[in-house]
């Protein structure tokens, strides 16, 4: 069964690549956002490849349902976030977050 | 017992928004506060008696049947949870000042309930994924409470720092995934018995590396920091105190300690401890160099934090259970330090209208009190004795030296010096010298942000005059769990 | 097992046309769609209740949170992208592929694994009886998450 939990991990790791690159490369705040949903598609993905490769796949389940659960969570408030950033800079570009240096 | 730590804040933050409808004057104030207050009275007290006998599961039962509700608390989490109490119930009182003009209170106060939720929650858990969980639940909250005021800078602050958190996540989770695959189980004990039956070094520096960047970036450990420095000044004041006094050690250390020791085991002198004590020896000298040329305060306060948990990191690397002790106690009294400078930056803030050092001078002669708790908490960090960071940061210089670390050790007094240099240079702009014409009509803060900045400041006394007391009864056998294994 | 790797392929493409769309809509249609394949993947490994879920929250609901986020900030003028991201992204990818399936043939017999043992009871007991702690994160999660959008939305007080 390890071949199996590779060929998950693999793609995984594909879907996590994309989702990496748009959130280094891209500069439209709701293509961040893609780009962060792709990286937990990613890694739903590998915790539920992981649990089938081990016949453990109803535990993975619960693990998926609930990092699903967080996801939702998680876009509610990066999107309130976006749509204030919008009120305030009229633009998605992130160019005009650059005021502070970090 | 002990999940009331999780149920209390959980309960009240959900009744909250009715609370607020019911009375928008006082009451989600005091019934906030007077959670913390139990909070911190729970700490203080069941929790000695509990640990006295070893570390404690608890298992619930609901509606009759056994539920699988594994919640421990050892030393380790004990002195989280008393520092999570303290300064939560410091940073409540400070915010029934401080918070107003921000309007919603109850909103705020649910939000803040929520974090203290997530992170007791995380201290108290027992199984990787769901200490990822209550990761979240804290993170989340903080994300809505740095961007509280809904201006600009604090917008852009909180999308940078969920940006980069959504990356620690990921790595986390796959870190989880890799040990779940390899190991079949997702708590701590079974996890760590079966890396032991297993030849894995490859893998499993695989898994260390994906959680060192995970909560290594919560930690704001360098190279990770680059979020903290935005968000923990633009953040409200108190929410910059709970975040730089908690929530990075909380979801950062607290996290990596307890997987590295319980879950990987951390031998002095292995290639893990190695990488611990570079990082923090990284982030402890280049941090203090960095806040010397801040001319924002809290700015200069956000790279002291990524500096001071460069140490305990650094502390907590040595392996030898007398570095991790110095570690422990220095994540102790950082805690309850940076959150008092934090509240004061608040109040000066408040006062002045403005976080640039060089516009600040002589506020001393108006702002007693806060002028000198902020004297207290910057002495106590720069490592002055006979206040508490002093003791932690003597202890962490011994181990180094105990341990052969010759050189880490000159470097960690170096980056000290240069904390009590840069904590004088905010002192004397902020508070000494002469005082500017535009702040002859600032008033000093009102009742009760002054009140909980004394009460951090007494406790700041406190356990530097006790340290060896407070070392005994809460730091010994903190390191002695992380030790033991689980 | 058959439909498993065209399925895996689908969900890559579509996520990866989800990020290189221009037009945001398209975007989270594409997204969509990936969510949809991704579900029926997860149907096929026997994991349904995942499945589930995965299409009716992240191909329903999340889909509709991103209309209504782009819907509220139809802002002026369009966010114009770096020109080289879209023609480098083919060249790092397939780059990354290659490494990726040499890392994972090279890990194939590198990494021990403990056995793994059979699985008792049905998804009920596992999810309600022995990971009840995640369902009291998942309600501190959904409270959290629904204080932060308030805490956001919120009307400001005339005084500020």
């Keep these: 069964m390890i071949d199996t939990w590779f060929l998950y991990l693999g793609f995984a790791a594909g879907l996590l690549f994309i989702g990496l690159y748009a959130l280094l490369t891209m500069r439209n705040m709701i293509k961040l956002f893609i780009g962060f949903e792709v990286v937990s598609k990613g890694v739903s993905l590998a915790l539920l490849g992981t649990g089938f490769a081990k016949n453990n796949i109803l535990l993975a389940q619960s693990l998926v349902i609930t990092f699903i659960v967080v996801e939702v969570s998680l876009v509610a408030t990066a999107l309130a976030i976006i749509v204030n950033v919008t009120r305030h800079t009229q633009s998605l570009d992130i160019r005009n977050l650059t005021k502070l240096k970090g | 017992m002990i999940f009331l730590f999780i149920g209390l804040p959980l309960v009240v933050a959900a009744f909250m928004p009715l609370i607020g409808k019911i009375s928008k004057k006082f009451l989600p104030d005091l019934l906030a506060n007077a959670v913390f207050l139990v909070l911190f009275v729970l700490a203080a007290t069941s929790g000695r008696q509990l640990i006295a006998g070893g570390p404690v599961l608890q298992s619930l039962s609901w509606l009759g049947e056994p539920v699988a509700v594994q919640i421990a608390v050892d030393g380790f989490s004990l002195l989280m949870l008393m520092a999570i109490a303290l300064v939560t119930l410091c940073v409540g009182l400070y915010s029934i000042n401080y918070m107003t003009p921000y309007g919603s209170k109850a909103n705020y106060y649910a939000l803040l309930l929520m974090m203290v939720t997530g992170m007791n929650g995380l201290v108290l858990v027992t199984d990787l994924f769901q200490v990822y969980l209550f990761l979240e639940v804290a993170a989340i909250a903080s994300y809505a409470l740095v961007a509280y005021g809904l201006e600009h800078d604090e917008l852009e602050a909180s999308f940078k720092y969920l940006m980069l958190s959504v990356v620690a996540s990921a790595a986390v989770l796959i870190g989880i995934a890799i040990l779940f695959g390899m190991t079949g189980s997702l708590g701590f004990a079974g996890v760590a018995d079966a890396l032991r039956g297993?030849?894995?070094?490859?893998?499993?520096?695989?898994?260390?590396?994906?959680?060192?960047?995970?909560?290594?970036?919560?930690?704001?450990?360098?190279?990770?920091?680059?979020?903290?420095?935005?968000?923990?000044?633009?953040?409200?004041?108190?929410?910059?105190?709970?975040?730089?006094?908690?929530?990075?050690?909380?979801?950062?250390?607290?996290?990596?300690?307890?997987?590295?020791?319980?879950?990987?085991?951390?031998?002095?002198?292995?290639?893990?401890?190695?990488?611990?004590?570079?990082?923090?020896?990284?982030?402890?000298?280049?941090?203090?160099?960095?806040?010397?040329?801040?001319?924002?305060?809290?700015?200069?306060?956000?790279?002291?934090?990524?500096?001071?948990?460069?140490?305990?990191?650094?502390?907590?690397g040595i392996g030898t259970p007398l570095g991790v002790a110095g570690g422990l106690f220095h994540l102790f009294n950082h805690a309850l330090a940076k959150s008092l400078l934090f509240l004061n930056s608040g109040s000066v803030q408040q006062a002045t209208g403005t976080r640039n050092l060089d516009e600040m001078g002589g506020l001393a002669k108006r702002m007693p009190v806060t002028a000198a708790t902020s004297l207290v908490g910057s002495l106590s960090i720069a490592g002055v004795p006979p206040l508490g960071g002093f003791w932690s940061k003597l202890i962490i210089i011994m181990a180094l030296v105990q341990a052969g670390h010759g050189v880490l050790a000159v470097a960690a007094v170096l980056a000290s010096v240069v904390t009590l240099w840069y904590y004088l240079v905010i002192q004397r702009k902020a508070f000494f010298g002469k005082l500017d014409e535009k702040w002859k009509a600032v008033k000093e803060a009102p009742f009760w942000m002054t009140a909980a900045t004394v009460i951090l400041a007494l406790l700041v006394i406190g356990t530097g005059i006790f340290f060896s007391a407070i070392f005994k009864t809460w730091i010994q056998p903190a390191s002695d769990a992380l030790a033991k294994g689980f | 097992m058959n439909w498993q790797i065209p399925l895996l392929c689908g969900v890559v493409v579509f996520c990866g046309l989800a990020i290189l769309a221009k037009d945001l809509i398209k975007a989270a249609i594409g997204l969509a769609v990936a969510s949809v394949l991704l579900g029926i993947l997860f149907f096929t490994m026997n994991a349904p209740y995942a499945g589930v879920f995965e299409i009716s929250v992240v191909a329903g609901l999340i889909t509709v949170l991103f209309m209504l986020t782009i819907a509220l900030t139809k802002a002026e003028g369009e966010v114009r992208e770096r020109r080289w991201v879209k023609i480098a992204f083919p060249l790092f990818f397939v780059a990354f592929i290659v490494i990726d399936v040499l890392v994972m043939k090279s890990l194939l017999s590198k990494v021990q694994v403990v056995a793994s043992g059979a699985e008792s009871g049905s998804f009920g007991d596992v999810l309600w009886k022995q990971r009840t702690f995640d369902l009291i994160g998942q309600l501190a999660v959904i409270l959290a998450g629904v204080f932060a959008v308030l805490a956001l939305f919120r009307k400001k007080d005339k005084h500020d």
């Design chain 2, 198 to 316: 297993l030849d894995s070094k490859l893998a499993v520096g695989a898994c260390a590396a994906l959680f060192l960047m995970g909560f290594g970036l919560k930690a704001a450990l360098i190279p990770f920091h680059a979020w903290l420095p935005d968000a923990h000044p633009s953040a409200p004041a108190p929410i910059s105190a709970m975040l730089s006094g908690l929530l990075i050690k909380v979801s950062g250390v607290y996290a990596l300690t307890r997987i590295f020791f319980n879950v990987f085991g951390l031998a002095p002198g292995a290639w893990l401890s190695q990488i611990l004590m570079g990082l923090g020896i990284v982030s402890a000298v280049i941090a203090a160099f960095l806040a010397i040329g801040q001319k924002d305060l809290k700015r200069m306060l956000a790279y002291s934090s990524i500096s001071q948990v460069g140490y305990v990191v650094l502390g907590i």
